[in-house]
Nanobody
Framework: QAQLVESGGGSVQAGGSLRLACAGAQYTFSGYCVAWFRQGSGEEREGVASIGSDGSTRYADSVKGRFTISQDNAKNTLYLQMNSLKPEDTAMYYC???????????????????WGQGTQVTVSS
């Protein structure tokens, strides 16, 4: 399994921005479907955004227009730029990877076979 390490989480006020990063060790993101998920306290893990091997992106309705997923294959790093943050964005954020296509059920946790340990994002009002 691929090793994924997230970074960039922190505390920010509503309306602020953060950029999360996910570094992939021992393999490259190229050719994979990679995604960001989040899990709030007492909630199920939900898909936030994904990016496929063809560069196509998909977003949850709750983050469209505010979050942008991107990847730098040369650095083996996945990013999530989060703008206009809201208190309801508070959660642990995880990156995930799968050899399957993002055109499948990308927002389902079972679609992915590799996960990072997560990075906490806290948005205060």
């Amino acid at each position: 399994q691929a090793q994924l390490v997230e970074s960039g989480g922190g505390s920010v006020q509503a309306g602020g921005s953060l950029r999360l990063a996910c570094a992939g060790a021992q393999y490259t993101f190229s050719g994979y479907c990679v995604a960001w998920f989040r899990q709030g306290s007492g909630e199920e893990r939900e898909g936030v955004a994904s990016i496929g091997s063809d560069g196509s992106t998909r977003y949850a309705d709750s983050v469209k227009g505010r979050f942008t997923i991107s990847q730098d294959n040369a650095k083996n790093t996945l990013y999530l730029q989060m703008n206009s943050l809201k208190p309801e964005d508070t959660a642990m954020y995880y990156c995930a990877a799968t050899y399957r296509a993002c055109s499948g059920p990308w927002s389902r946790t079972w679609w992915y076979n590799s996960w990072g340990q997560g990075t906490q994002v806290t948005v205060s009002s």
